[in-house]
């Protein structure tokens, strides 16, 4: 089977040999797995990040956002059966999307939203579930919940971030303000529901009192958090809380000492790389998030469409990642 992988992890990608194209033997699936065709993927920092710093053997197939159908399934399979078409991010500790063919363990796998083409699904999965963890497991708003409550969301117009600002828009009461530096960036997240939107390239704190807002409860920090660190323990309320994604140097936890506040990390791998009790629990989600989807509630992320699934336009999509200048999600589909 076709498929692009990394075998130098010291290359940067505008080489060549940084993503390169392979064919690979065909997978065989487990008792939980399906193996799926995999018809559009879609590019994430994290392929960035493991491309960088890949170890152990070689070649290390890329990819964690998926929509595919399934080609067989494992033994013990009981959600899905061949020619499903599903969606899904995949785990972390496993072969990734950027094959023809991939293992998934079912129990973090969807049925795609019928509603949307391959491409548009494909931008999905990866961001809903760290906005949908994030916002609901790890802050703990409940649906419908938030009235009077302030969500600051930092780097909104990323991929995670143009979901987060839906589900917070839609499903609860909170007022939603995100961060955005420029001015097509800024539309874009007035556009997925936003409330209100600052510049994060200046004080925080500022852009927030414009605003008539000076302190907020709950604030997402999905990019470039030790640089913004500071500005949140002053913007953060008493008893409030803080939510990363990203990857910060060291932090000063002390700092959220004399408010009370609490720190939550969302890494959405957590789950199957654990393979925890309640691991099944993301197949409800992209589940439900599938639904909201086919209802209107939800839109798909897909900012931009590279072209057909090889190294060249793969390469293409982290240098474009790697520039922090996405809006949205970059997709790549067909072989």
Do not use: C
């Amino acid at each position: 089977m076709r498929a692009v992988a990394t075998t130098r992890p010291d290359l940067p990608i505008t080489d060549a040999q940084a993503l390169v194209d392979l064919d690979l033997d065909m997978p065989q699936p487990g008792p939980r797995d399906l193996r799926v065709e995999v018809r559009a993927v879609a590019v994430n920092p994290v392929d960035t990040k493991v491309r960088r710093s890949a170890t152990g053997e070689a070649p290390r197939v890329l990819g964690w956002d998926a929509v595919g159908v399934v080609d067989a399934v494992g033994s013990e399979v009981s959600l899905f059966q061949p020619g499903d078409t599903v969606y899904y991010a995949g785990a972390i500790d496993r072969p990734g999307s950027n094959a023809q063919y991939q293992l998934v363990d079912e129990r973090i796998v969807g049925h795609k939203p019928a509603s949307l083409d391959d491409a548009a699904a494909a931008a999905l999965p990866l961001t809903a579930i760290t906005a949908w963890e994030l916002l609901f497991d790890r802050l703990r708003i409940a649906e419908g919940g938030g009235e009077g409550q302030t969500l600051l969301v930092i780097g909104a117009a990323g991929g995670v971030g143009s979901i987060l600002v839906q589900l917070a828009r839609q499903l609860t009461r909170l007022t939603v303000v995100g961060t955005a530096s420029r001015p097509e960036t800024q539309d874009w997240v007035y556009a997925l529901g936003a409330h209100h939107v600052i510049d994060h390239s200046l004080p925080l704190a500022e852009g927030l009192a414009r605003l008539g807002i000076a302190q907020v409860e709950h604030v997402a920090s999905l990019t470039h958090t030790d640089q913004h660190y500071p500005q949140i323990i002053q913007v953060l309320a008493p008893q409030g809380q803080l939510g990363l994604i990203d990857d910060p140097g060291p932090l000063d936890v002390m700092a959220l000492k004399r408010k009370s506040a609490s720190l939550h990390w969302e890494f959405m791998f957590a789950r199957p790389l654990h393979q925890t009790a309640d691991m099944q629990q993301q197949h409800v989600l992209l589940e439900r998030v599938a639904q909201l989807v086919d209802q209107g509630v939800l839109r798909t992320t897909l900012g931009e469409h590279y072209g057909r699934i090889n190294a060249a336009n793969l390469r293409r999509a982290h240098a474009l990642l790697e520039s922090n200048r996405a809006r949205g999600k970059i997709v790549l589909e067909g072989w």
